[in-house]
């Protein structure tokens, strides 16, 4: 199992601002996932996160708006930039162990609101 | 394409009463399937998963799902519902690999109100 610190687990924005949201895994992991659950809805994949390697992103997701880090195999970071409105979600990490068969582990999420 | 759907947004059911969470999903291979439970401000909990074997899997808080191929369905059961199970469920799937690498496609969600 993993256990994931993510953090903030909220915040309250000003349009056209960044955040950067970390997470933090107990172990060390190959594949980090960065997902959006905005107001009344599923979760939807942001990004895929290797590290040593660039994220690779999901149709509707761009590096320029989603930036992310990972810099080490227990560590990342998601930054959602200028901020507007339509951001506001919640943010969820998530890792997966090295076999396809077992569940992913999540973080407990940020909750981003743009003001 | 792999795809999971909740056909119902909201299932009411009284205390102590069975309930049942509806999935049914869409794979070209054999697939993975998860439960996962989300409290408010909280984020998902894992409850239970099939990957082979014994179609009715038992899981976390008494909970337990039923696999059927033929009708592509991961029905989350509980024989007797508490005013605690009261949360958001997701159904999710993830087509079956021999390596780990692809992350989880998620039903829309349906939210469990269990009344007194």
């Known amino acids: 199992s993993a256990v994931i610190s993510q953090k903030p687990s909220r915040d309250i924005c000003q349009r056209g601002t960044s955040l950067t949201i970390q997470c933090q895994v107990d172990s060390q992991v190959t594949m980090m996932f960065w997902y959006r659950q905005q107001p009344g809805q599923s979760l939807t994949l942001i990004a895929t996160a290797n590290q040593g390697s660039e994220a690779t992103y999901e149709s509707g997701f761009v590096i320029d708006k989603f930036p992310i880090s990972r810099p080490n195999l227990t560590f990342s970071t998601l930054t959602v930039s200028n901020l507007s409105p339509e951001d506001s979600s919640i943010y969820l990490c998530?890792?997966?162990?090295?076999?396809?068969?077992?569940?992913?582990?999540f973080g407990q999420g940020t909750r981003l609101t743009v003001v | 394409a792999q795809s999971v759907a909740q056909p119902e947004d909201q299932v009411n059911v009284a205390e102590g009463n069975p309930l049942t969470v509806k999935c049914t999903y869409s794979?070209?291979?054999?697939?993975?399937l998860f439960w996962y439970v989300q409290y408010p401000n909280r984020g998902l909990q894992f409850l239970l998963k099939?990957?082979?074997?014994?179609?009715l899997v038992k899981g976390s808080y008494g909970f337990e799902a039923e696999f059927n191929k033929s009708q592509t369905s991961f029905h989350l059961k509980k024989p007797s519902a508490l005013v605690s199970d009261s949360a958001l469920y997701f159904c999710?799937?993830?087509?079956?690999?021999?390596?780990?690498?692809?992350?989880?496609?998620f039903g829309k969600g349906t939210t469990l109100s269990v009344s007194s």
């Open positions: 998530s890792v997966e162990m090295e076999r396809g068969d077992t569940e992913a582990f």
């Open positions: 099939y990957i082979t074997g014994d179609n």
């Open positions: 999710a799937v993830r087509e079956k690999y021999n390596q780990a690498g692809t992350a989880l496609i």
């Open positions: 794979v070209s291979g054999n697939p993975y």
